[in-house]
């Protein structure tokens, strides 16, 4: 899962579909990824996106293009997306304890309680 402080929007999946799910670094990857999707759309050409993951792993591959070969598909993909989108990508690196909405958006027991406690008024749907 994501989410956007600026727009006080949290985003969750249907991970029972997911073939990686006890891939940690998939499962990073894969919530950068939709969070790019769903930015992409939104921002003009020439803009800038920074994405923000408690995961070194997930920084160095979509700043560095250092992936494993099975992410490639998606790594290739997100290129796409900015390219298409005519933005500028850059993935930070935020502490675990700073990334507590979206590490929680991103499990299978999505716990509403929880992110309610952090963010009252985030606004939660499906993606």
Do not use: H
């Not at 070194?56 to 560095?64: A, E, G, H, L, R």
């Not at 997306?81 to 991103?106: F, M, Q």
């Not at 716990?111 to 606004?123: A, F």
């Amino acid at each position: 899962g994501f989410w956007s402080p600026q727009m006080n929007r949290g985003f969750y999946g249907d991970l029972s579909r997911m073939p990686l799910l006890d891939d940690i670094n998939f499962m990073e990857y894969y919530a950068v990824a939709n969070a790019i999707s769903w930015a992409s759309k939104r921002l003009e050409p020439g803009d800038r996106l920074k994405v923000f993951t408690d995961s070194m792993n997930t920084v160095d591959k979509f700043n560095c293009g250092s992936a494993e070969e099975e992410y490639d598909e998606l790594i290739d993909a997100v290129e796409g997306l900015v390219e298409d989108a005519g933005i500028r990508l850059s993935v930070w690196l935020i502490p675990a304890y700073k990334n507590g909405i979206a590490d929680c958006l991103s499990r299978p027991d999505l716990d509403l309680d929880y992110i309610s406690d952090l963010r009252p008024d985030l606004e939660i749907s499906r993606y």
